[in-house]
């Protein structure tokens, strides 16, 4: 096991457990403590974890796994929650996208949609999709997909996500209208709403579903029913909901009974 991936373990572990413990780790992973020790110390100076005696805990209950240690989480779910989304929208459409793991699936997906070319091998000069996003990485791998026009957000770049945030993120999104936004999310409960880890990003989710015609949510089921620190907005602007076959059967029904269309792939 590398090192990324045994920080990527970590630190997967430590965001289910919010406490870890050097010899237990250690066991679990199949490394030596002494191992685990050095790595939760390294983890410790870049201020992913804090450091106690015989382990590490989370820095606090809203406690956020960077996006490069996430992308491999759920990788399956994922892909078929993103080419389901994809499905979803027209060609032509003006697409909102924030940041997240899942959101930049979809992204690859609509990627893999315009390398097919138009139907019949139709040609064009106007954009198959104008996508418009907040996420650095997203705007980085579309860029290059002539058939795409990217629209991207200025603002401050969050290290954690990729996302633009702030009032030039702001400024942009006031200024535009999106036939369909696809919001990725850290909690969706149906009672509170869409949530996220950080107020600032969760801010900027918001403005992306109040300028959307139709908004689309892509969870996987370990976002069902969770909560999260920040919240987006309530259930009320959400249409439809993209999730796994194993998302709990409660909440689908109780999404069901807002009046939301819920797709479990």
Not at 4 to 24: N, P, T, Y
Not at 79 to 102: C, P, W
Not at 172 to 194: R, W
Request: proline share 3%.
């Amino acid at each position: 096991m590398s090192k990324h991936q045994r920080w990527s373990r970590l630190l997967e572990l430590l965001a289910a457990k919010g406490r870890l413990e050097v010899d237990e780790t250690a066991a679990e992973l199949g490394v030596s403590p002494a191992t685990v020790r050095r790595d939760l110390d390294e983890l410790a100076e870049q201020q992913m974890l804090v450091r106690t005696r015989g382990g590490a805990i989370a820095h606090g209950v809203s406690y956020e796994l960077p996006l490069r240690y996430k992308s491999s989480r759920r990788a399956t779910e994922k892909q078929r929650i993103a080419a389901a989304a994809v499905e979803l929208v027209d060609e032509g459409a003006v697409v909102g996208l924030n940041g997240g793991t899942t959101t930049t699936e979809v992204a690859r997906a609509l990627a893999l949609r315009v390398a097919g070319g138009r139907p019949g091998g139709a040609e064009a000069t106007a954009p198959m999709y104008t996508v418009v996003t907040n996420a650095l990485n997203i705007a980085g791998e579309l860029a290059v997909r002539p058939q795409i026009k990217i629209v991207a957000t200025g603002g401050v770049a969050r290290p954690q996500s990729y996302e633009l945030v702030g009032p030039l993120a702001a400024g942009v999104l006031k200024e535009v209208v999106l036939d369909v936004v696809v919001l990725g999310v850290d909690g969706l409960d149906p009672e509170l709403g869409m949530m996220t880890h950080q107020e600032e990003e969760a801010s900027i989710s918001r403005l992306f579903a109040e300028r959307a015609q139709r908004v689309v949510v892509v969870a996987d089921a370990s976002k069902l029913g969770r909560r999260a620190f920040a919240r987006i907005c309530g259930l009320d602007r959400v249409d439809i909901v993209v999730t796994d076959s194993t998302a709990p059967a409660d909440t689908v029904a109780r999404l069901g009974d807002l009046g939301i269309r819920v797709l479990a792939v």
